[in-house]
């Protein structure tokens, strides 16, 4: 079997592959595999979630995925996931582990509106761990694995068209050496299309996701991800799923942190109820604050604050990545070290006053003061009649010194592309099969759709683990 591209899902592919006794080829554009993230991987369940007393309602989760969806995506094709994950995610444990690799499962969200679940397998350690970076260590782990297993990785190998036969079945792909040679690789159990995602094909971008283009920044770090496998599925017959495609999109393209406080944007006016989750942020902050950045106002209070907050809330960006079971104490010592740093990198700015903080952002220092004295009144009253953010999350901002931290949204990966069904076959404009043809990880569309469903966080690369596990096994075996 042929897999084209050596990301989370195509590299996991073909190691399952070959575990299986499949004669496999991966090809890949660059010369290096290409990982996103930080390591981390969503499991609905896993031994380390047992190990931690950790069992979540799937039925509820599931529910949440869809309607974050719009009711867009092919359930049966989430609900393959939520049953298979967990002995996929076990798979993967055992492997990283005996590589030197440990796992910590970080603290999610007690948000009732937008939980994050406490199951984000986050991953380190190991010799392969300390060669890499965090964001590749896994796909590199993966070759290792599969070379021993006789799996051959060949790199600078773009695919430029896949072939057919007289019945359109697909049955191989032409590639182009850097020397420029075209070269044909032939694959008699499938092609496994698994290159990534649109984000920087801006002619995709504004036919499918056009949000992206209101973002801080684009952060996935393949600048390759220009849709050429979406390209080699059209032409071979594949159909889009219907847009909008969903984005991935966090605050982090500036500061790291925000917590729950007092957002303003650039003309230092308030926007949004700011105790929301990640994606709701980055759009709040493009589409009510009206700009590709806010900035997150607090006082000197704010570990305290943060701290209150954190019984009722949390999650990326609030709390970031903090272990689970770990004392409350942990996120604001983290990020006190944190703040000096981001003043540093100009992502930040600390000030006696308010007037003097407003001139530090750039905005009307009126403008900011009222703001500032408005939002104080409300939180002496227990009511947000502006935005109606919880009362718990209501903490003033009266006493110095006075912090402004930049919010910027930023696109991590467009989650949208070909229709497919359960076995992960590409699907034609009719729902027709197109045989020997298969698509995984960002590539893949209808398991998302509309928006990214972060309660089950770490899901994307989670499901390149689950179906690149599976399909791998089975193509073995066909």
């Known amino acids: 079997m042929l897999v084209i591209g050596g990301g989370y899902s195509g590299s996991c592919c073909a190691l399952s592959a070959a575990q ?46 869809v309607s974050t969806c719009g009711n867009r995506c092919r359930e049966s094709l989430v609900g393959k996931w939520f049953r298979e994950s967990e002995r996929c995610m076990n798979w993967f444990l055992d492997m990283a582990e005996a590589n030197g690799a440990n796992c910590m499962v970080t ?24 060669e890499h970076t965090m964001a590749d260590f896994v796909e590199y782990m993966f070759e290792a694995e599969a070379l021993k297993a006789g799996a051959e ?23 182009q050496n850097k020397s420029g040679e ?5 694959a008699s159990k499938g092609v496994v299309l698994a290159t990534g995602d649109i984000s920087y094909n801006d002619e995709y971008i504004d036919a499918f996701a056009p949000v992206a283009n209101r973002v801080f920044t684009r952060l996935c770090s393949d600048q390759g991800n ?10 071979a017959g594949g159909a889009f799923q219907e847009g909008p495609w969903p984005t991935m999109m966090h605050p982090q ?11 303003v944007n650039p003309d230092g006016k308030r ?3 700011e105790a929301t989750w990640v994606q709701g942020k980055c759009l709040g902050v493009m589409y009510n604050g009206g700009s590709d950045h806010a900035w997150s106002i607090f006082d000197a209070n704010w570990q305290n604050d943060l701290k209150s907050s954190l019984e009722h809330g949390g999650g990326m960006f609030w709390d970031s990545f903090r272990p689970y079971g770990s004392d409350l104490e942990l996120a604001p010592e983290y990020f006190k070290t944190q703040i000096p740093l981001y003043i540093e990198q100009g992502m930040a700015y600390e000030a006696d006053t308010i007037e003097e903080l407003a001139g530090k952002i750039g905005c009307d220092a009126a403008t900011l003061t009222a703001t500032v004295d408005r939002y104080n009144g409300m939180c002496e009253a227990g009511e947000d009649t502006d935005y109606y953010k919880k009362p718990v999350f209501l903490t003033p901002v009266k006493q110095g010194p006075f912090y402004a931290l930049k919010v910027g949204p930023a696109l991590l990966a ?15 404009e009719n729902g027709e099969v197109i045989e020997g043809l298969y698509v995984l990880g960002n590539i893949m569309g209808d398991i998302t759709a509309v928006d990214y469903p972060i309660n089950v966080a770490g899901n994307s690369h989670g499901r390149c683990i689950t179906f690149g596990y599976l399909l791998g096994h089975e193509l073995a075996e066909a």
Request: with cysteine.
């Open 182 to 186: 075209y070269v044909q690789y032939n």
């Open 107 to 130: 603290v999610g969200s007690n948000s009732t509106v937008h939980p994050e679940i406490a199951c984000y397998h986050f991953m380190s350690g190991g010799p392969i761990f300390e």
């Open 271 to 273: 926007f949004m109820n």
């Open 20 to 65: 299986n006794g499949a004669k496999t080829i991966l090809v890949e554009k660059d010369a290096v595999l290409n990982g996103h993230g930080v390591g981390g991987t969503g499991s609905i369940a896993s031994r380390a979630l047992d190990d931690l007393g950790l069992k979540f309602d799937k039925s509820l989760e599931m529910e949440r995925w």
């Open 153 to 175: 990785f060949v790199y600078e190998m773009p695919a430029v068209q896949l072939v057919q036969d007289e019945s359109g079945k697909v049955t191989g792909a032409i590639c």
């Open 414 to 428: 467009v989650c949208g592309g070909l229709k497919c069904n359960n076995d992960f076959q590409c699907l034609d």
């Open 226 to 235: 220009v849709g050429d496998g979406h390209n080699m599925a059209a032409w």
């Open 253 to 263: 393209a500036a500061a790291m942190f925000h917590g729950p406080f007092l957002f």
